[in-house]
């Protein structure tokens, strides 16, 4: 699994740590994208640190609820991920996941604009692309309020929007 953990030792907000998803904690992983815990699912994983996929915990520091104590790491609760696929054709495809307890409280608008600019800034990674379907509102908010504007795109065998963007759009994005 060595290869899903980046060489950054976490980005920080004031609330939140976004780190790379240590050795052993594929189960909270898989937990949070309801995914089961088993042989296929595991390999699976092995398979995308192979290709040089990056996935990142976003943790909400010094906090340990009861309730999800399937989801404690020791820096606190992991609330979502954000995975980025290896760069094809110039582009980093990001995909992510807030933990559905723990939706709507600006967890994602936080990590996603400190993990954008550590992927163009210290990665150097030339353009970053979200794709979701049109009818899914939260990421589109989301995209949009992060201040970027997405095109019509065909990438989930139907209508989708497709937010593609480089370091310069990033920058200057209002
Ligand atoms: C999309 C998702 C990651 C958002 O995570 P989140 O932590 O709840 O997002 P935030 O709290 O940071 O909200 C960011 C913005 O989106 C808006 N938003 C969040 N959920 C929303 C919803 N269900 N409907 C409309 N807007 C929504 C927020 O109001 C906020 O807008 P604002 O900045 O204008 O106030 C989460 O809903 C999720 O995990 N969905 C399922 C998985 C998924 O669709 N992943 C995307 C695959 S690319």
Not at 13 to 22: E, F, K, P
Not at 77 to 99: A, K, M, Y
Not at 150 to 173: A, D, L
Request: charged share 20%; with cysteine.
């Amino acid at each position: 699994m060595s290869r899903l953990f980046s060489n950054t030792s976490g980005l920080h907000t004031s609330r939140l740590l976004i780190r790379a998803v240590g050795q052993y904690e594929e189960r909270q992983y898989l937990n949070i994208n309801e995914l089961p815990y088993n042989s296929k699912t595991l390999s699976a994983l092995q398979e995308w640190s192979q290709q040089g996929c990056l996935l990142f915990f976003i943790i909400l520091r010094n906090t340990h609820r009861w309730s999800q104590l399937e989801l404690h790491v020791p820096e606190g609760t992991v609330v979502g991920f954000i995975q980025v696929l290896p760069e094809r054709n110039r582009r980093s495809e990001i995909s992510f996941r807030t933990q559905s307890s723990s939706r709507g409280l600006g967890y994602m608008k936080e990590a996603l604009t400190v993990v954008f600019d550590y992927l163009f800034e210290v990665l150097q990674r030339l353009e970053l692309l979200v794709e979701t379907r049109t009818d899914n509102s939260a990421v589109r908010r989301l995209m949009e309020g992060l201040g970027l504007r997405g095109q019509p795109g065909s990438g989930f065998g139907g209508p989708s929007i497709v937010y593609e963007f480089g370091r310069h759009s990033w920058t200057y994005r209002h």
